[in-house]
């Protein structure tokens, strides 16, 4: 399981780096995808990284051109950077991790953010 962290309350158009990290296993050969679930609704898939390199990178409309993904392997870490936030990003996020082709694995412990004046 990937645990998540960094999240808090932010003002609309606040910044904030969610960071996402696994205690027992590598990350380097797992894609890694971020994903949301806001009250109410269903949990969907933000963003997601590709393995290794990551040179592959994927963003939902609602994020493109203000969240950014990106991987540390020496850190094992994977982050999400968020600027210019708006109250509808307001969720718990989550990461997952899946090697090519295979589904994601099991759900670790999320982070709330909320954005709110």
């Known amino acids: 399981q990937l645990q998540a962290f960094g999240g808090g309350l932010v003002q609309p158009g606040g910044t904030l780096t969610l960071s996402c990290a696994a205690s027992a296993s590598t990350l380097t050969d797992y894609g890694i995808g971020w994903f949301r679930q806001a009250p109410g609704k269903e949990r969907e898939a933000v963003s997601c990284i590709s393995a290794t390199s990551g040179s592959r990178t994927n963003y939902i409309d609602s994020v493109k051109g203000r969240f950014t993904i990106s991987r540390d392997n020496m850190k094992n870490t994977v982050y999400l950077q968020m600027n210019s936030l708006k109250p509808e990003d307001t969720a718990v996020y989550y990461c997952?991790?899946?090697?090519?082709?295979?589904?994601?694995?099991?759900w670790g412990q999320g982070t709330q953010l909320t954005v709110s004046s």
């Open positions: 997952n991790s899946a090697l090519t082709g295979r589904a994601w694995g099991s």
